[in-house]
T-cell receptor, first 114, second 112 residues
Framework: DVKVTQSSRYLVKRTGEKVFLECVQD?????MFWYRQDPGLGLRLIYF???????EKGDIPEGYSVSREKKERFSLILESASTNQTSMYLC?????????????FGPGTRLTVL | QQPVQSPQAVILREGEDAVINCSSS?????VHWYRQKHGEAPVFLMI?????EQKGHEKISASFNEKKQQSSLYLTASQLSYSGTYFC?????????????FGAGTQVVVTP
């Protein structure tokens, strides 16, 4: 079974802090994604990566950056956390580029910025 | 750019049927459907490609009409285990990377 793990289930940070969210997948998937989930808005794509060191902006990249130094690990970085970044963050991976591959999601990190 | 899902929520008794619709303003290449139970990660249900095909997962099936840029998910003879939030995730024809534009979700509650 594909397993996507995220470093924390719950995280509380203060405004202005630099925040790192880590995601690891164990099935050699090419694509990795970071989504933000908010009530009534569904899943919105922040960034995705189709290969090591390669990244593309999603629909809401402002205030975020990403890093993918190894194939299995994809990190989301909040350079200076703000209260409007309080949300559930979901990481996902899929085998190959293209839309014919299902995405496997991690359990999510609920981030609260005070 | 986000697809529109309807209804936002539906309450069913066990054994009843329901339809969830997903409409996009842009041309679609494929549509994914996922279900998320409370407190859990979204789980893949099925992918539909253009061509009007239908697919099934248990007693859940779906259709995709690329001309109308719409997909529908059919919950037939619903079971308690069908409760959760259903998301459609269309892939646009202009995208080659497999990015999905998820809808806001439809909350389904199945009661005994």
């Amino acid at each position: 079974d594909v397993k996507v793990t995220q470093s924390s289930r719950y995280l509380v940070k203060r405004t202005g802090e630099k925040v790192f969210l880590e995601c690891v997948q164990d099935m050699d998937h090419e694509n990795m994604f970071w989504y933000r989930q908010d009530p009534g808005l569904g899943l919105r794509l922040i960034y995705f990566s189709y290969d090591v060191k390669m990244k593309e902006k999603g629909d809401i990249p402002e205030g975020y950056s990403v890093s993918r130094e190894k194939k299995e690990r994809f990190s989301l970085i909040l350079e200076s956390a703000s209260t409007n970044q309080t949300s559930m963050y979901l990481c996902a991976s899929s085998l190959l580029a293209g839309g014919l591959n299902e995405q496997f999601f991690g359990p999510g990190t609920r981030l609260t910025v005070l | 750019q986000q697809p529109v899902q309807s209804p936002q929520a539906v309450i069913l008794r066990e054994g009843e049927d329901a339809v969830i619709n997903c409409s996009s303003s842009k041309a679609l290449y494929s549509v994914h459907w996922y279900r998320q139970k409370h407190g859990e990660a979204p789980v893949f249900l099925m992918i539909l490609l253009k061509g009007g095909e239908q697919k099934g997962h248990e007693k859940i099936s779906a259709s995709f009409n690329e001309k109308k840029q719409q997909s529908s998910l059919y919950l037939t003879a619903s079971q308690l285990s069908y409760s959760g939030t259903y998301f459609c995730g269309p892939q646009l024809t202009t995208d080659s990377w497999g990015k999905l534009q998820f809808g806001a979700g439809t909350q389904v509650v199945v009661t005994p």
